[in-house]
C-alpha cells in the first residue's frame, strides 16, 4: 500500500494511505480507514491526536479506530449519534471486522481485529469545524465544514472517486437525501475533501457527482440490472473491496433507483 502526504491548505494535510483518505487538521483526524491502513498512518504521523472523528459508519472508515484509539487513549472520538447502538451490535462489528480482514488480506496486509467500545464525544471540542450533516450514501453521515479556508471535509457523500477520474454514486440510503447533501455541500464549501484516492477537487465537482448519481438511476430505472450494475462497478479500486460488499452495493443501488 503506498502511502501520500499532501499539504492541502495551510491547516489541512493529507495522509493517502492505498485507498483511504486520512485528513489532519491540528490535533484533529478525520476518519479512520481499515486496521491495516490505520496501522500504517500512525507509524508515519507527525503530531498526536487528540481528536478523531468517523464520517460514517461503513468498514472502511470505521474499522481502524480501535487502532489509533489505542495509540492515543485521550483521544475524543465524535461520530453521528446513531453510531453509538450500532457499535454495540455483534453482528454489526462481525461483519465490519470480517470486511476488514478481508479487504486487508487482498493487499496482504494483516487485520487487526477489533470491538468498538468508546465513548462518541460532545462536539464542542471540534471548534474551527462545523459539522454538517449530509445523510444519503449512508443515514449517519457527517462532514465537516472550516468557513476559513473554505475545506470540507465529505467523505463518501459525493460518492466513489475512481483514480481513473470515474464517479461511483453511492446512495446506499437514500437518493432524495443524496442529492439534497451534495446540494448543501456545494453552496458551503470550496475545496471537497473525499474519502478515497486522495480525490480533492473543487466544489464544482458537486455537479459530477449529481449528474453521476441522475444518470446511473436512469439506467436502473430503464432495466439496468442489478448483476449488470455488479460487472459494471466491479473493476479499478472497486475491485480491491470484498467481493460481498461490492455485492450488496449493486443491491442497494437498484432498491433506492426504484423506490424514489
Ligand atoms: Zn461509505
Same mark, same amino acid.
Given at each position: 500500500?503506498?502511502?501520500?502526504?499532501?499539504?492541502? /491548505?495551510?491547516?489541512?494535510?493529507?495522509?493517502? %494511505?492505498? &485507498?483511504? !483518505?486520512?485528513?489532519?487538521?491540528?490535533? $484533529?483526524?478525520? @476518519?479512520?480507514?481499515?486496521?491495516?491502513?490505520?496501522?500504517?498512518?500512525?507509524?508515519?504521523?507527525?503530531?498526536?491526536?487528540?481528536?478523531?472523528?468517523?464520517?460514517?459508519?461503513?468498514?472502511?472508515?470505521?474499522?481502524?479506530?480501535?487502532?489509533?484509539?489505542?495509540?492515543?487513549?485521550?483521544?475524543?472520538?465524535?461520530?453521528?449519534?446513531?453510531?453509538?447502538?450500532?457499535?454495540?451490535?455483534?453482528?454489526?462489528?462481525?461483519?465490519?471486522?470480517?470486511?476488514?480482514?478481508?479487504?486487508?488480506?487482498?493487499?496482504?496486509?494483516?487485520?487487526?481485529?477489533?470491538?468498538?467500545?468508546?465513548?462518541?464525544?460532545?462536539?464542542?471540542?471540534?471548534?474551527?469545524?462545523?459539522?454538517?450533516? /449530509?445523510?444519503?450514501?449512508?443515514?449517519?453521515? %457527517?462532514? &465537516?465544514? !472550516?468557513?476559513?479556508?473554505?475545506?470540507? $471535509?465529505?467523505? @463518501?457523500?459525493?460518492?466513489?472517486?475512481?483514480?481513473?477520474?470515474?464517479?461511483?454514486?453511492?446512495?446506499?440510503?437514500?437518493?432524495?437525501?443524496?442529492?439534497?447533501?451534495?446540494?448543501?455541500?456545494?453552496?458551503?464549501?470550496?475545496?471537497?475533501?473525499?474519502?478515497?484516492?486522495?480525490?480533492?477537487?473543487?466544489?464544482?465537482?458537486?455537479?459530477?457527482?449529481?449528474?453521476?448519481?441522475?444518470?446511473?438511476?436512469?439506467?436502473?430505472?430503464?432495466?439496468?440490472?442489478?448483476?449488470?450494475?455488479?460487472?459494471?462497478?466491479?473493476?479499478?479500486?472497486?475491485?480491491?473491496?470484498?467481493?460481498?460488499?461490492?455485492?450488496?452495493?449493486?443491491?442497494?443501488?437498484?432498491?433506492?433507483?426504484?423506490?424514489?
Amino acid at each position: 500500500m503506498d502511502l501520500e502526504i499532501r499539504q492541502i /491548505t495551510d491547516s489541512l494535510k493529507l495522509v493517502r %494511505i492505498g &485507498l483511504i !483518505n486520512y485528513f489532519l487538521f491540528d490535533s $484533529l483526524l478525520f @476518519d479512520c480507514g481499515t486496521t491495516c491502513t490505520a496501522l500504517k498512518l500512525i507509524k508515519n504521523l507527525d503530531r498526536s491526536i487528540r481528536c478523531i472523528v468517523v464520517s460514517h459508519a461503513h468498514f472502511d472508515h470505521i474499522a481502524g479506530l480501535e487502532v489509533i484509539k489505542s495509540e492515543f487513549p485521550n483521544a475524543k472520538v465524535f461520530t453521528h449519534e446513531r453510531i453509538r447502538g450500532l457499535v454495540k451490535k455483534e453482528k454489526v462489528i462481525e461483519t465490519w471486522n470480517n470486511e476488514d480482514r478481508e479487504f486487508c488480506d487482498k493487499f496482504g496486509e494483516k487485520a487487526n481485529p477489533f470491538n468498538l467500545n468508546f465513548e462518541i464525544e460532545n462536539a464542542n471540542f471540534l471548534e474551527d469545524l462545523k459539522i454538517i450533516e /449530509t445523510p444519503g450514501h449512508s443515514p449517519d453521515a %457527517i462532514s &465537516l465544514l !472550516n468557513e476559513e479556508e473554505g475545506f470540507m $471535509l465529505v467523505a @463518501d457523500a459525493l460518492g466513489y472517486p475512481l483514480s481513473s477520474g470515474k464517479n461511483i454514486p453511492m446512495y446506499f440510503y437514500s437518493f432524495s437525501k443524496y442529492i439534497e447533501s451534495i446540494d448543501k455541500i456545494r453552496e458551503q464549501a470550496d475545496i471537497v475533501c473525499l474519502g478515497h484516492n486522495g480525490a480533492i477537487f473543487s466544489s464544482e465537482y458537486c455537479d459530477v457527482a449529481i449528474e453521476e448519481a441522475f444518470k446511473l438511476r436512469k439506467e436502473i430505472q430503464e432495466g439496468l440490472t442489478e448483476e449488470e450494475l455488479f460487472n459494471r462497478i466491479y473493476k479499478e479500486e472497486m475491485s480491491l473491496y470484498p467481493l460481498s460488499t461490492i455485492k450488496a452495493v449493486a443491491k442497494l443501488l437498484v432498491k433506492r433507483s426504484i423506490e424514489e
